[in-house]
């Protein structure tokens, strides 16, 4: 069943901006994003943790209780209508440890909105809010700040101004690895994220899930290790299919594919790669939590509800 | 209470020398290794897995199911006495997949030695068949292959041959990190490897441990995602004390030390650090299931049983 959607965005609406992991890599790259947002007519507000530069270790942006804060903050004052990640790295995990999630479970869901180290968030805010969220682009990363014309800024945008028109995701480059057509509840990220939550109360099971992985930066040996320990975790028991985004970084490409082939073919499941979502591609914004239908001949994700709520109406006037 | 304790060993033993992780770094090297145990009276066997060079993937010795013959076939034939590991790497998880305890677990304890990777497969030797093991040295790796008066070498053999004389590990360059004396159950290892077996049914929980963690070739970012891992996944939660070793490859000492101190300081329970067990150092043997007391400011580790049981007396005349 999709989880509670939050609804979209329309232009006038204040959004924030924060980190809840490392520091962006450049503040000038942050500005650019934040100029793409205002672009299409949104009100970003900086948060201080997408200013801190590395001041309790130089991979974390502010200390623990600053993200945390400010996480709050966003995800609960009404003014915001959405939080965006300003960028990954490392450091959700460390912010989660400090949230107060009864504190939040009263507020109406937002859009949540980020990758790779944010993976750890989203799962979060499934297991702990039961909303929604977007693992989509992040705001001081290249197909943000690079403008408003770059393919996943814009593909982002249309979710979220005009959730209705998005009913499905094509993948034009896959290969089904497995083929065949599977009905799910949309989960995953980066699969060292999910790996790295296993254990924890934010890490949210994907029985009956398509279940969506990618990753970066990871050698294969520790590829393969992420991989068997989602299949010795029994976390891949039950999914009904699973969908591969990017790995690179992660050694030869072919050996990469060997390696999916072997570590998800076995499942009995159908297994569609070389999807367009995830890092150095430009990429699509894959929605956690809402249901959907797989079908790898097709190449195609299609979602059996609508992903996010339509965007309140403007009640100022 | 200390698990079932294998018995030590004696001259004229025979005992396995098996991968169940990567292959090892060279043939000489595991044949020096070989010589030193053939130097103090033991006699190896060295199992296929320890000459396979990566027929699988390059970082596998051999295919699973060899590494898991290879491994049941040590474990449960009565002529070998003890199951020495070639080395670590990475694989062990992947061997356990393919691992039939039930077959297994009439077997009488034997010893079970390596560490690193070898991790994995203590925690599963505890969490399965409920016997003491042993993280230390590897056949193919330096304190070994060096030679037998490496010290890694001669104080396995120390308490491989006498273990009643074996009754407190003492750290010379060891620090409070937080001081205490503390009685627990001696749990842990490589701490990649512990998070990395989290949700899997091989994990050992650690509540009422003596809990010992070393790693190696983690950058500070991914040491950091692993303890707070352990943190979140309350697997840290009842802990009674813990002991660092070896934290080397994984940036500048002083920014890890300031790591530990934050992840673990806080912990309410004695904490010693830098103990020499782990990569990189001249390492002493810690058994894995023994109850012991931990005093930091003594820089001991003493056992309130004896680790192995006596040798078996020879019966063939």
């Known amino acids: 069943m999709t989880l509670l959607r939050p609804p979209g965005l329309k232009p006038g609406d204040t959004v924030a901006v924060l980190c809840a992991s490392s520091p962006v890599s450049s503040q000038e790259k942050l500005e650019a994003g934040v100029r793409a947002l205002e672009s299409v007519g949104l009100k970003p507000e900086v948060f201080g943790t997408a200013r801190d530069a590395g001041s309790q270790y130089e991979y974390l942006a502010g200390t623990d209780a600053e993200r945390a804060a400010d996480l709050t903050r966003a995800l609960t004052d009404p003014q915001y209508a959405a939080v965006f990640l300003a960028c990954g790295g490392y450091g959700a995990q460390r912010t989660l440890e400090l949230m107060d999630w009864d504190r939040i479970d009263a507020a109406a ?3 949540v909105i980020g990758y790779s180290d944010v993976t750890a968030l989203l799962e979060a805010v499934a297991a702990k809010l039961g909303w929604v969220s977007l693992f989509g682009p992040m705001v001081a ?9 770059e393919y996943d800024f814009k593909e ?9 028109t998005v009913t499905e995701l094509t993948f034009p480059g896959s290969r089904a690895l497995v083929p065949g057509v599977a009905e799910g509840l949309t989960l995953g990220g980066t699969a060292s994220l999910l790996a790295a939550g296993f254990g924890t109360d934010t890490s949210y099971p994907a029985r009956d899930a398509i279940l969506f992985l990618e990753d970066v930066d990871e050698l294969p040996y520790r590829l393969d290790r992420i991989f068997t320990q989602l299949r010795r975790a029994s976390y ?8 591969l985004g990017t790995f690179t970084e992660c050694g030869e490409p072919g050996d990469v594919e060997t390696l999916l082939a072997e570590r998800f073919g076995d499942l009995g499941v159908p297994v569609l790669t070389g999807v367009n979502i995830g890092h150095n591609c430009a990429m699509q914004t894959y929605p956690i939590g809402v ?3 797989l079908d790898t001949a097709a190449g195609t994700l299609t979602f059996l509800d609508q992903v996010l709520a339509d965007p309140a109406q403007d009640t100022s006037g």
Not at 141 to 149: L, T
Not at 156 to 161: E, S, T, V
Not at 236 to 243: A, S
Request: with cysteine; aromatic share 10%.
């Open 291 to 293: 249901q959907a239908r």
């Open 141 to 149: 990363c290249s197909g943000f700040w690079q403008g408003p014309e």
């Open 236 to 243: 891949l028991d039950g999914v009904r299919g699973v969908i």
């Open 156 to 164: 982002l945008i249309k979710l979220l101004y005009r959730p209705a």
């Open 109 to 111: 869901p937002k859009a």
